[in-house]
């Protein structure tokens, strides 16, 4: 757990949604996920919708940038991703559930972008926790990449690595679309199942 790195500024401590904690310590046996799939609000939501999950947060990820502010990603000069913290009871769901999501949720073959966000900080990306996790999403993407060529989608873009730090991001950006039900979502999925 000491790569989820508490901020500097406040955060509540019960997820909106869930009632769980944001932060660990989290309950004994339950593990963690970082997936990146463009403006963090949608992705987070479309992460807590799912059984199984006990908390999210938002934040950032993939980058060198130690603490950085909403603003400073938002430059694309700190090398970060708008990224999600997954945490989920392995008794109730799996990680290769996840990543069924992570893949359908948005289009991984677009690089720097999803949809009309435009910039570095939009990638997508799957940051793993340890290497069973690493040899897991890349072997997913493998398979994803099958589908979506035989659908006449290019490469899949997404970065595929170990977890470095993650920073959660600012308590106004927590569980967002639970606040502002109507707020901005451009997660759009390619239309592609996941074999």
């Known amino acids: 757990?000491?790569?989820?790195?508490?901020?500097?500024?406040?955060?509540?401590?019960?997820?909106?949604?869930t009632g769980q904690p944001l932060q660990p310590p989290f309950a004994p046996g339950l593990h963690w996920a970082i997936f990146a799939m463009g403006c963090f609000w949608g992705a987070e939501?479309?992460?807590?919708?799912?059984?199984?999950?006990?908390?999210?947060?938002?934040?950032?990820c993939g980058g060198d940038t130690v603490q950085p502010s909403y603003e400073a990603v938002c430059s694309g000069?700190?090398?970060?991703?708008?990224?999600v913290l997954v945490v989920f009871d392995p008794q109730q769901t799996d990680y290769a559930s996840l990543l069924k999501v992570f893949w359908e949720a948005h289009d991984p073959t677009q690089g720097m972008r999803q949809g009309n966000d435009i910039g570095?900080?939009?990638?997508?990306?799957?940051?793993?926790?340890?290497?069973?996790?690493?040899?897991?999403?890349?072997?997913?993407?493998?398979?994803?990449?099958?589908?979506?060529?035989?659908?006449?989608?290019?490469?899949?873009?997404?970065?595929i690595a170990l977890a470095g730090p993650f920073y959660y991001a600012e308590d106004y950006h927590q569980q967002?679309?639970?606040?502002?039900?109507?707020?901005?979502?451009?997660?759009?999925?390619?239309g592609v199942a996941y074999p």
Not at 180 to 189: E, F, K, M, V
């Open 77 to 83: 000069l700190t090398g970060h991703s708008e990224a």
């Open 176 to 190: 967002y679309l639970d606040r502002h039900p109507q707020g901005y979502c451009g997660l759009r999925g390619s």
């Open 45 to 60: 939501r479309r992460f807590w919708q799912q059984p199984g999950v006990y908390s999210t947060a938002v934040g950032y």
């Open 1 to 17: 757990m000491q790569r989820l790195i508490s901020p500097p500024h406040s955060l509540p401590e019960r997820h909106r949604v």
């Open 120 to 159: 570095s900080q939009y990638r997508s990306a799957i940051y793993c926790r340890d290497a069973a996790q690493l040899a897991q999403a890349l072997a997913s993407r493998d398979t994803y990449q099958q589908a979506l060529s035989r659908a006449g989608y290019p490469a899949i873009t997404s970065e």
